[in-house]
Nanobody, 123 residues
Framework: VQLQASGGGLVQAGASLRLSCTFS????????MGWFRQAPGKGREFAAS????????YYADSVKGRFTISRDITKNTVSLQMNSLKPEDTAIYYC?????????????????WGHGTLVTVSS
């Protein structure tokens, strides 16, 4: 199982970006998926998660109402639509897969990680 995140870039505050994560391997539909981020000089923090069915989502308070996580089982992808970006959203964003319950917010519960994609939001 491998994960590859893409879609990061440099944007101005208030702009939008859409991150994508491609899952390679079997049984994508059996994993709950999540997005985490790590800002410069800080630890990795939870952003959003989605159940294997796509019916349930969970967000950190810091992104709720601005970010939307979704998945496409037919394409083995999970996406993170980020709107109204703020400078404090600047971070490396990682997608991850877990067999733990879909609302898992701890990075230690995720089994597979991608390499991350950098998002920089200028003020």
């Amino acid at each position: 199982v491998q994960l590859q995140a893409s879609g990061g870039g440099l944007v101005q505050a208030g702009a939008s970006l859409r991150l994508s994560c491609t899952f390679s391997g079997r049984a994508f539909s059996s994993y709950n998926m999540g997005w985490f981020r790590q800002a410069p000089g800080k630890g990795r923090e939870f952003a959003a998660s989605i159940s294997w069915t796509g019916d349930n989502t969970y967000y950190a308070d810091s992104v709720k109402g601005r970010f939307t996580i979704s998945r496409d089982i037919t394409k083995n992808t999970v996406s993170l639509q980020m709107n109204s970006l703020k400078p404090e959203d600047t971070a490396i964003y990682y997608c991850a897969a877990t067999n733990s319950p879909w609302g898992a917010a701890s990075e230690y519960l995720y089994d597979v990680w991608g390499h991350g994609t950098l998002v920089t939001v200028s003020s």
